[in-house]
Every structure is written in structure tokens, then in C-alpha cells.
């Protein structure tokens, strides 16, 4: 099979969908945010929560459902800044997984990855860190939800934690957003072969 790409290409490729694929994990899972509450163990993402309060009306008392599961409406998030932290994080995430599925289409195919392709496919990755890294930054303003304080011992606000910590899946999202910016945009510049001049 012919490709598209230079050595350097093949390394952007495979960067590239490393770096989308940290981003996409870490911005899917719960656990950006980890906490306890009823002594449980509660973990937050930006969508999603493990362990919830119920009420149990048998033995007429509030348990704690130990399942993972997303918000039941986009309304039902927490905070309106974990709301912006989704849509933003969820469209960096996206345009890292467009790029990274282009450049390994690039491995396979040949002439679909010039230079200039492939420096707007790194401009789109830099604006994709760049959302991500901005969802990542807004998460820290929806600490002072009041879901967020009950499970933080009513001790966190606004880049206060309280008794909880940050979480795997929130420095996945990061490190897979920052590698992309700093490496897979600047791997992208060399990644396309020069195109053959065709005389006519």
C-alpha cells in the first residue's frame, strides 16, 4: 500500500490517535473528581456519577446506589460551568479523533496528505487541545455545585476541593490534550509528502 505520509507522518499518525484516544477515555469516564459520601465511594465527570443518593422507601431512608450512569438531561448536570466544560471538552475531543482517523487513512492511502493538509490538520489539533484544555480549566468552577460539596464534606468550592481529589480520567483528558497541541501540531508540519508537480 502506497501512503500518504513521511516517517515523520507515520509517527503523527499514531501520536495523533494516542493522544485523541487518551482525550476521548479520560473525557467519557467518570472519575475526574473523587469523593465519598454516606461512606461510599462517589466520582464525578463532566456527565457522568458513580454512586447517588436514593431513597429507599421500604426502609424509609436514603442509601446509596453504587452504579455509574449519565445525567438523566443536559439540565440535570450539576453546574452551568460543567455544562460548558462538556460541550467544549466533547468538540476538542472530536476534532483530535477527525484528525487522528485522517492521518491514519494518510498511512493507507496515497496523495491524501500533503504539506498543506497536513498543517491544517495540525491547526485543527491545536484548536481541539486548546478546547479541551479550556474544558479542563472551567471543570474547577463547578466545584461549589451542591452535589459537589455534599460529597466533598461541604468543604469545596470554586478550585477548592475540600476532602476530595482530582481524579485519573481528569489528567488523561489533560495529558492527551497538551501532547497534542505541543507535539502532534508540530509533527504535522513535516508529516505530508511534497506533492509531484504534474507538468500539463
Given amino acids: 500500500m502506497a501512503s500518504s505520509l513521511t516517517c515523520a507522518g507515520v ?11 487518551a482525550s476521548c477515555v479520560g473525557f467519557f469516564m467518570p472519575y475526574w473528581l473523587l469523593g465519598t459520601q454516606m461512606d461510599k ?7 457522568r456519577r458513580c454512586s447517588y443518593p436514593v431513597r429507599d422507601e421500604e426502609r424509609q431512608a436514603t442509601v446509596m446506589l453504587e452504579q455509574c450512569g449519565r445525567y438523566a438531561t443536559f439540565q440535570g448536570i450539576p453546574s ?9 471538552t466533547g468538540v476538542g475531543c472530536g476534532l483530535l479523533l477527525l484528525v ?5 487513512m494518510g498511512c493507507c492511502i496515497s496523495d491524501l496528505i500533503s504539506r498543506t493538509i497536513g ?11 486548546l478546547l479541551i484544555g479550556s474544558g479542563c480549566a472551567l471543570y474547577p468552577l463547578g466545584w461549589d455545585s ?18 476530595c481529589q482530582i481524579g485519573w480520567a481528569y489528567y488523561c483528558t ?5 501532547a497534542a497541541m505541543l ?18
Fill in 174 to 178: 489533560g495529558a492527551g490534550a497538551a
Fill in 80 to 88: 452551568l460551568e460543567w455544562r460548558i466544560c462538556t460541550v467544549v
Fill in 11 to 21: 509517527i503523527w499518525a499514531l501520536l495523533s490517535l494516542l493522544c485523541a484516544a
Fill in 100 to 104: 487522528a482517523l485522517t492521518g491514519l
Fill in 146 to 163: 451542591e452535589e459537589v460539596r455534599q460529597t466533598c464534606d461541604n468543604s469545596s468550592d470554586q478550585f477548592q476541593l475540600g476532602s
Fill in 183 to 200: 507535539l502532534c501540531t508540530w509533527l504535522a508540519c513535516f508529516a505530508g509528502k511534497k506533492q509531484k508537480q504534474y507538468p500539463y
Fill in 41 to 47: 465511594p462517589v466520582s464525578f465527570g463532566t456527565f
Fill in 119 to 129: 498543517r491544517v490538520a495540525g491547526g485543527i489539533q491545536f484548536v481541539g487541545g
